[in-house]
Every structure is written in structure tokens, then in C-alpha cells.
């Protein structure tokens, strides 16, 4: 393959992301998986094509002008993204978020000169959660906006013009289904939304922690959780705007052991360093898979998202001492010494 030629700026590097054959999982689900490789985003996740889509929207309504700041509320990689949009266009960055992420994610924010504000974890009702604060601060500062990704249905918007046209170009306009987590549910929902476009047979399906509601909303109408999961970015207990409308036709739930156990086999056999959203969306894609071919699809092709690497995370899924604390099992290669 030929490079292409330069891009404009760096925010033409967002988006357009290459897409890999899993041969691992492709074999355990007897049909071909693909990885939609979100890491190679300038900002190193999936959310650097919503941070965009919702400064320019911020834009275009005329609510941020020049020297303004954009707000919000994130498990990080938003966070990161919206930073590196904003230094690319001229705006602060003010930053809220639970400080049981990994120190990576902290660390990267600080770096790239966002204000960043930790906050405990807590549940939604509570009004000091992290996306309630985050929206305050975004009140009380002048010249601000917040970007409200939860609800803010520009995020997905970047997925039905980006990520969707980008698989169904990538795969020859041949793709039987698509499955990923939610966190504020902008994938699944854009994805699946520009697919059914294009083909209202491919088939969508969420792939839920533990922890999450959404895999009993979908199954059965209500959101409940059992569980829970050390995942970070994924998760969903509502749905939110962006979910709103979501064309979902199934639904996995997946278990961190088993995400895990993709990390480490995508890592050791194919190189891949991941992180944790990442295993659990493949082991999702396998289950997907699985169930087109049993019901008698021809050599189906399933695609999901690699959204951001282990990198991020070298700190907590890839720390001996942090995975035994979770009660996680260790790759076997970390415990070498
Ligand atoms: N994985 C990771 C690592 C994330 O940071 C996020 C974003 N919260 C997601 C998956 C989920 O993406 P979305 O918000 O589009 O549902």
C-alpha cells in the first residue's frame, strides 16, 4: 500500500483510521472479524471524532467565539481529544473527571494543557458526578461552552459520516454486522445508524459490560445492572440523547475476564496493544459472528472498534499488582520475574 499524500492540519488526521483482519478472533468465530483501529487517532481513541464534530457544532451555532473554552465532562479520552482540538483551533480546554481513571489519561490532559479537575466517582443522580460538575463549571466560566457528549447528538453525527461510510468504503459495501460497548452510546448509535443506511440487513448489536443497564434495556425493556467492570469509558446506566433512536437488534454481555482474555491474545499473537473497551468489544464481535453464522449467513464479516491502546493503561491492565487487587487474572508474561 502507498502513503497518501499530506493532510492539511492535524485535524485532518482524525478520522479515516485503517481497519485490520483479527485472524485470532476471526478463527474462534468462523468468519471474518475486522478491528476498526481508533487508536490511530491523533489523539489515540475513538473520541477524537466526536471531540471534533462537537467544537465544530459549538461553532457553527455561534456559541464559541474566539478565545472561548470548551468544558467537559469524561472518562479521559474526550477529554484528550477536545484538548487537542481546541489547541489545533485557539480555545482553553477545562476538563472534569472521576479520579479512578488511570494516571495516563491524567497525565496526558495535564501534558497537553488542559485545566483538569478530579472529582470521586459517584452515581449520575448525585450532583457532584463528574458530567454535573463539568456542566456548572461550564455555566460559571465566561466565553465557555460544554460539550455535553452524553447528550450532544454531534458525537454521533461523526460516526454516521465517519466511522459508518469509512467500513462500508473499507469492506466494499459487504459488512453483515457491527457490535461495540457504550459509554455515551455515540458509536454504537452513529455506526449502526449510517450501516442501516446503507443496508438495513447488517446487523447491530450492543456489547454491554458488567455494570451496565443496557443490556437488559435492550433484552428486556429495563434498565438494570448486575455486576461490575474495571473498564474505563464504557458503561452506560441511561439513555442518553445520543442513544436515543439506537437501531439495535442484539445484544452480548461480556465479562472484563473475557475482554482480558482478547487483550492478551491480540497482544501476544498479533501485536495489538489494547485496551480493556477494546477486548470487550472483540469478544462481542466473536459472539456476533458466531450467532450469524449459526443462523446460516454466508461467510459473514463483523466488524467493531479498537478504541484506544493498552498504552493508556500500562498503569492499571498491564500492573501485576494492580490486576490482582481487581481480583483479575495476570498474562502470564508480566509475572515472568
Ligand atoms: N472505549 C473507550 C476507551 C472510551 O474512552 C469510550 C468513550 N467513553 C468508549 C469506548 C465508548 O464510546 P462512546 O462514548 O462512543 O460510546
New binding site residues.
Partial sequence: MSAAGPVEDTLALIGNTPLVRLAGPSAAAGCDIFGKCEFANPGG???DR?ALYIVRDAEARGLLKPGGTVVEG?????GIGIALVANALGYRTIIVMPDNQSREKMQTLRALGAELVTVPPTKFADPAHFVHTSRRLAEETEGAVWAN?FDNTA?RKAHIEGTAAELWAQLDGRIDGFTC????????AGVGMGLKAFDRDCVIALTDPHGAALYNYYACGELASEGSSVA???GQGRITGNLQGAPIDTQFRIADEEGLHWVGKLLQEEGLCL?L?SGINVAGAVALGRKLVADGRRAPRVATVL??SGFRYLSTLYDPEWLRAKGLPVFDWLDRD
Fill in positions: 481513541s475513538v473520541k466526536a469524561t472518562a479521559g479520552n474526550t457528549q458525537n460497548a457504550a459509554g455515551t452510546g455515540g458509536t454504537i474505563e469509558g464504557i485496551g473497551s478504541c484506544d
